[in-house]
């Protein structure tokens, strides 16, 4: 449901485009990890996912299971709460490796939060966190490297503006775009994991920026 609202609501907040490096298959039970720049941007990357036949897990914060209908709606798919700096934060991972193990695509944002900027434009990915090291060591599952940029075009800065932004967005069309990397295993040490799925991601993203038009 997830996946299918996403392609649904894209094309009516403005123009997506994605590629993808040219790789015969992606593999199941992998690690989709994207930045995160924006709180429009999971529309996004769900919309270009879909188009490539990908309907990953989606590691989220878990205030989302709070909102009535969208909570039920996230547990009822299998879709992972973050309770990011609390004792429960390590379930997440462990439920993210069962989907993994299972066969499942499971969707990380390796940054773990959104910038603290409030300008429209694209920026690069800030430095990541090691959740998504450890996770790819615990499972032993490929990591593919999703770029986007653009969707801070639609949400940006303050409540009020991104309030506006959405509403405004299918008038203005904004181009936003999707590059999907090759899959890339990472070290087992966490510390470099976590530099080389930060340069995979950002390799990923310097794409995309330059699709849209901004400097990548």
């Known amino acids: 449901?997830?996946?299918?609202?996403?392609?649904?609501?894209a094309p009516v907040?403005?123009?997506?485009?994605?590629?993808?490096?040219?790789?015969?298959?992606?593999?199941?039970?992998?690690?989709?990890?994207?930045?995160?720049?924006?709180?429009?941007?999971?529309?996004?990357?769900?919309a270009a996912l879909r188009r490539l036949?990908?309907?990953p897990v989606v590691m989220a914060t878990a205030g989302l299971w709070r909102v009535p209908v969208l909570?039920?709606?996230l547990t009822r798919e299998g879709h992972i709460p973050v309770h990011r700096r609390t004792a429960r934060a390590a379930r997440a991972l462990d439920l993210a490796?069962?989907?993994?193990?299972?066969?499942?695509?499971?969707?990380?944002y390796g940054e773990g939060g959104l910038p603290?900027?409030?300008?429209?434009?694209?920026?690069?990915?800030?430095?990541?966190?090691?959740?998504?090291a450890r996770l790819a060591a615990r499972s032993g599952a490929l990591v593919v490297p999703v770029g986007h940029a653009g969707a801070r075009r639609i949400s940006s800065g303050s409540t009020a503006k991104q309030l506006a932004g959405a509403v405004s967005a299918p008038l203005r069309r904004p181009h936003f775009h999707v590059h999907v990397g090759a899959p890339v295993r990472l070290p087992s040490?966490?510390?470099?994991?976590?530099?080389?799925?930060?340069?995979?991601?950002?390799?990923?993203?310097?794409?995309?920026?330059r699709a849209v038009g901004a400097p990548g």
């Open 97 to 108: 490796a069962e989907a993994l193990a299972s066969g499942r695509h499971v969707l990380i």
């Open 53 to 55: 036949g990908v309907e």
């Open 189 to 209: 040490d966490p510390e470099r994991a976590t530099l080389v799925a930060h340069r995979a991601v950002s390799g990923a993203w310097g794409t995309a920026a």
């Open 116 to 132: 603290d900027r409030t300008d429209p434009a694209p920026g690069p990915p800030v430095p990541f966190r090691t959740g998504l």
């Open 13 to 46: 907040l403005g123009r997506l485009s994605v590629t993808r490096e040219a790789v015969t298959a992606l593999p199941a039970g992998s690690v989709f990890a994207a930045n995160h720049d924006s709180k429009a941007d999971p529309v996004v990357v769900l």
């Open 71 to 73: 909570g039920r709606a």
């Open 1 to 9: 449901m997830l996946s299918r609202a996403a392609a649904v609501l």
